[in-house]
């Protein structure tokens, strides 16, 4: 099984530590890609309108800036630079050994930077989305996803996807082995289904959380769903994007806490 995220937007610095090393990275045949687009945005992040090119208010000048050094910035695992939503309910830090590594071998986070990276790999925090558009690259979902394609379709092989990713992310890369199920998290709102970006993000942090604490991974969609019926109002729909899981949540849905590894 392969659990797609997407990265965060928020990503934690950290002071200390050494810089990243592209031999260290998963992928690696993705390292000439990976030069191009990190040498982008540092010439992006240095000019004066970095702010509108890359999407982000004046608040963030700070994490631009830092695009510019990406090379010399202290690296830390994913799971400890990646802090949004989604992250923090999956909380990587609590879970048991034999979980853990699970997540590290099955979860992939598809980024605009990397392409695509895996929780034990070391990289620095930085600001580009999958939506900006770098000279002379062009807009980053549609120049990954030629290049992703290959190299995930690879490592996926014939097992389950199991795709947690919002739209911005799922449009770099579309899974080819027919064997994916897209995760879509809906509230009852007044009786009627919506959508709720912050209880989305949360629930499919918890999903994945969930999926790594099995001893046993699903194969299947069929075998997902009977997985995750066991704690969430769950059904398989085929909609025009392809196969989804839906999950419902209740009207009075309430955020629950893991407690943190201290």
Same mark, same amino acid.
């Given at each position: ?35 191009? =687009? *990190? #040498?982008?945005? &540092? ?5 004066? +309108? $970095?702010? /509108?090119?890359?999407?982000?208010? %004046? ?91 290959? =190299? *995930? #379709?690879?490592? &996926? ?5 199991? +795709? $947690?990713? /919002?739209?911005?992310?799922?449009? %770099? ?90």
């Amino acid at each position: 099984m392969l659990i797609l995220l997407p990265p965060s937007e928020g990503k934690t610095a950290h002071t200390e530590g050494s810089p990243f090393d592209f031999a260290d990275l998963s992928f690696p045949e993705l390292e000439q890609e990976r030069r191009q =687009v *990190l #040498d982008a945005l &540092a010439e992006v992040s240095a000019r004066e +309108d $970095a702010m /509108s090119v890359l999407g982000v208010g %004046a608040s963030l000048a700070k994490e631009v800036a830092r695009n510019i050094s990406l090379h010399n910035e202290p690296a830390a695992r994913a799971h400890d630079i990646y802090s949004g939503v989604l992250f923090e309910a999956l909380n990587y830090a609590s879970l048991d050994q034999a979980s853990a590594q699970r997540a590290d071998e099955s979860i992939i986070v598809v980024s605009a930077l990397w392409g695509a990276v895996r929780f034990g790999d070391r990289i620095p925090p930085y600001r580009l989305s999958m939506s900006a558009k770098l000279e002379p690259l062009g807009k980053m979902a549609s120049w990954w996803k030629k290049r992703l394609t290959p =190299v *995930l #379709d690879t490592a &996926a092989a014939d097992q389950l996807i199991v +795709d $947690a990713r /919002s739209s911005t992310y799922a449009a %770099a890369y579309k899974p080819s082995n027919g064997n994916q199920v897209a995760v879509n998290v809906f509230q009852l709102r007044n009786g009627t289904p919506k959508v709720v970006s912050h209880f989305a993000k949360h629930t499919r942090g918890e999903v994945s959380r969930f999926l790594v604490q099995q001893p046993v991974a699903p194969e299947n969609p069929g075998e997902l769903l009977k997985l995750i019926q066991a704690k969430w109002d769950a059904s398989l729909v085929q909609d025009k994007k392809g196969l989804a899981l839906n999950i419902l949540l209740p009207e009075d849905h309430q955020f629950t806490t893991v407690n943190k590894a201290v």
